[in-house]
C-alpha cells in the first residue's frame, strides 16, 4: 500500500508528465518497488483534484464491517484462494461490495492473474540483464533508438480452445506464481505479424501447420522485408530464438538484408533465450487479438482467419503509441531485478 508521500509524488509526476506509464517508471526507480496500477493513480489525481487532499475522507456514517465478518472472508478464502468475489457473496450471504473492500482494504489481498512463463534457466538471467542494460544504454543516447526497432513473432490460433486469463485470479497477500499449460488443440493455422511504432504489418498466415527454416525464409523474402524496409531503411530487425528463425539460411539472409542491425539468437544483437515477457506482440498484440477472437466460439478455420484480420486491422495508433512506451518499462523492469521474469499486471 502507498505511503501518503508516494501517493503525493505520483499525482505530482501525473500532472507533470500526463503519463501513467511515465509515472509508473518514476516511481520504480524512485522507490524501488512495484509502481501503483492504473486506476489508484488516477483516482489519486482526482480526488487531488475535487479536494485539494490526499487524505481519506470520512464517509456518511455507514456502518464498518464486523471483524466477525472480516474473520470468515479471511477464511473461505484461505480455503479456497480462487473463488471469484460473486461466488463469495452468495456463499456468504454479504454484499458484492462489502467482499472487495474487505479483501482490498482490511485483508491486504490482491487479485493475481494466471500468467504464462518460460522457465528460466541459471544461465538465462545473466543475459537477460546485459540485454536490458544494452538497449536503455542506446536509448539514453538516442531518443529516437526504439523507434527503429521491428518485433516479429508467431503465435498458434486454435479453433477450440484457449486460457481465459481474464477470468482467473487467485486471491493472496503475495503472487503464488500459479502458471498453466495451454492447451493445442486442431485444427489450427500459424500466424505471424511484426510490429513497428507505427503500424501492424501482418497478418501473414502460414499454409504449413509446422514452420521450418526453409517455409520462414520464404516469408520473410517474399512478404516481410520488402514491407519492412520500405518503411524504415535502417530498420532494426527482432525474432528470438524459435527453431525456424536459428537456421543457417534465415540468419545469413538477415546478416545480407539487415547487416549489424537484427536482433536474435546468434546475431549482431543478441537476443535473451525464452524471453516472450519482453516481446511486444507477447504482452499486447496476441492476447488483443484473441480477446476478439475467441469472444464467442470459432466454427471453422476460415472464420478463424477472418476474425483475426478483423481484429490486428482494430489495433490503432494510439495503442501502438501506449505499447511503444511500455516496452522500456518493461526493460527497466528487467534491470531492476537482474533479468527475472517481468510480472504483468
Not at 163 to 174: L, P
Not at 299 to 315: F, G, H, Y
Request: aromatic letters at 10%.
Amino acid at each position: 500500500m502507498a505511503t501518503m508521500q508516494e501517493k503525493a509524488m505520483c499525482v505530482l509526476w501525473f500532472f507533470e508528465t500526463k503519463s501513467v506509464i511515465t509515472t509508473q517508471r518514476r516511481f520504480r526507480t524512485t522507490y524501488k518497488k512495484d509502481p501503483p496500477s492504473d486506476n489508484p493513480i488516477r483516482r489519486w489525481c482526482t480526488q487531488f483534484q475535487e479536494t485539494g487532499s490526499l487524505l481519506h475522507r470520512k464517509g456518511a456514517g455507514r456502518p464498518r464491517t464486523s471483524q466477525e465478518n472480516v474473520d470468515r472472508i479471511q477464511e473461505t478464502f484461505t480455503r479456497s484462494p480462487r473463488k471469484s468475489t460473486r461466488q463469495a457473496a452468495v456463499q456468504l450471504h454479504m454484499p458484492h461490495t462489502t467482499i472487495w473492500n474487505v479483501l482490498h482494504n482490511r485483508l491486504h489481498l490482491n487479485a493475481y492473474k494466471v500468467q504464462i512463463v518460460q522457465a528460466l534457466h541459471p544461465s538465462d538471467k545473466p543475459l537477460r540483464f546485459e540485454f536490458a542494460e544494452q538497449i536503455l544504454t542506446r536509448i539514453e543516447d538516442d531518443e529516437n533508438y526504439l523507434r527503429k526497432w521491428f518485433f516479429c513473432d508467431e503465435s498458434t490460433f486454435h479453433v477450440s480452445g484457449k486460457v481465459n486469463k481474464h477470468n482467473c485470479r487467485i486471491w493472496g497477500s503475495e503472487n503464488p506464481h500459479n502458471y498453466r499449460e495451454l492447451e493445442r488443440d486442431s485444427p489450427k493455422v500459424n500466424v505471424w505479424c511484426v510490429l513497428s511504432h507505427t503500424e501492424v504489418i501482418g497478418p501473414f498466415f502460414f499454409a504449413e501447420t509446422t514452420i521450418n527454416s526453409v517455409t520462414y525464409l520464404d516469408m520473410l523474402e517474399m512478404y516481410a522485408v520488402p514491407q519492412m524496409q520500405q518503411h524504415q531503411p535502417d530498420v532494426i530487425f527482432q525474432q528470438d530464438g524459435a527453431p525456424p528463425h536459428w537456421g543457417m539460411i534465415v540468419r545469413d539472409f538477415s546478416d545480407e538484408n539487415c547487416p549489424d542491425r537484427w536482433c536474435g539468437r546468434g546475431g549482431p544483437i543478441p537476443w535473451p533465450p525464452r524471453s516472450p515477457d519482453i516481446i511486444l506482440l507477447d504482452f499486447f498484440l496476441w492476447g488483443f487479438v484473441k480477446n476478439i477472437v475467441y469472444k464467442t466460439p470459432v466454427p471453422s478455420l476460415d472464420e478463424l482467419k477472418r476474425r483475426i484480420v478483423t481484429a490486428i486491422q482494430n489495433v490503432t495508433p494510439q495503442m501502438l503509441e501506449n505499447t511503444w512506451r511500455e516496452i522500456a518499462f518493461l526493460l527497466d523492469v528487467l534491470r531492476d531485478t537482474k533479468g527475472s521474469h517481468v510480472q504483468i499486471h
